[in-house]
């Protein structure tokens, strides 16, 4: 399944690093998402994009700054994280916002030191 | 807010039933989702129930109950690749816009 590719797959960085995640969609779909998956907790929903507009930002501090330059790709762009930011971050995409089902990419582990 | 509990972890034979349980208490519902999502890899899709009842796909099940506020996943002849994390999730209504709020997710161990 290649519907939602995620660029890196791991990633470790130090908190004063710039860096930046890619997610890739192939479905034609309209939406796309990021989350934010720690161990033993639920996903948490970042940021929505709908027709390369955010839709929604879910009190992510200022250090994640999404980009969407096109319904087909998705930036993460991350600076001066700290180690709780630690997590998986996951890439998903939908038809459209609200009623359709959310497909996701493989992720990125990522690791702030 | 959207409330969703499921056990933390389950361990089965294989060839077995498991059956992993969700509660939620939601301010609204607009359907009720289960993903698989192996160790390092991406949530797939496996079932969605709006209406109250069973859904059947092959080996595995949903079930839903709206007015209950409960839902299950019924894996059948389970083979050592079923071995994951099973995640619900439940869609909030229009006024939530249709937020999708995930559970911590179950992990489910097959042993031969």
């Known amino acids: 399944e290649t519907g939602v590719t995620q660029t890196p797959r791991h990633l470790v960085m130090g908190m004063t690093n710039k860096k930046s995640l890619k997610c890739e969609q192939h479905l034609g779909h309209n939406a796309m998402y990021w989350y934010k998956q720690s161990a033993k907790k639920p996903l948490e929903l970042m940021f929505v994009y709908s027709l390369e507009e955010r839709v929604e930002n879910n009190s992510v501090p200022s250090r994640f700054s999404p980009e969407c330059p096109n319904s087909s790709h998705l930036f993460l762009h991350l600076h001066t994280l700290q180690p709780e930011d630690s997590a998986l971050y996951l890439c998903?995409?939908?038809?459209?916002?609200?009623?359709?089902?959310?497909?996701f990419g493989p992720g990125t582990r990522l690791t702030v030191l | 807010g959207q409330n969703i509990d499921q056990p933390t972890e389950m361990t089965a034979t294989e060839g077995a039933i498991v059956q992993i349980n969700c509660t939620y208490q939601t301010s609204g519902f607009n359907g009720l989702f289960w993903y698989q999502q192996h160790a390092g890899e991406a949530p797939t899709f496996l079932s969605y129930?709006?209406?109250?009842g069973l859904e059947e796909k092959g080996r595995f099940s949903s079930f839903l109950s709206r007015s209950k506020g409960y839902s299950y996943l019924l894996l059948k002849e389970l083979q050592m690749k079923d071995s994951a994390s099973y995640l619900c999730?439940?869609?909030?209504?229009?006024?939530?816009?249709?937020?999708?709020?995930f559970g911590a997710g179950t992990t489910v161990t097959v042993r031969a």
């Open positions: 129930n709006v209406l109250d």
């Open positions: 999730a439940v869609r909030g209504s229009r006024s939530n816009d249709y937020k999708l709020s």
């Open positions: 998903a995409s939908s038809q459209e916002t609200g009623r359709d089902t959310q497909y």
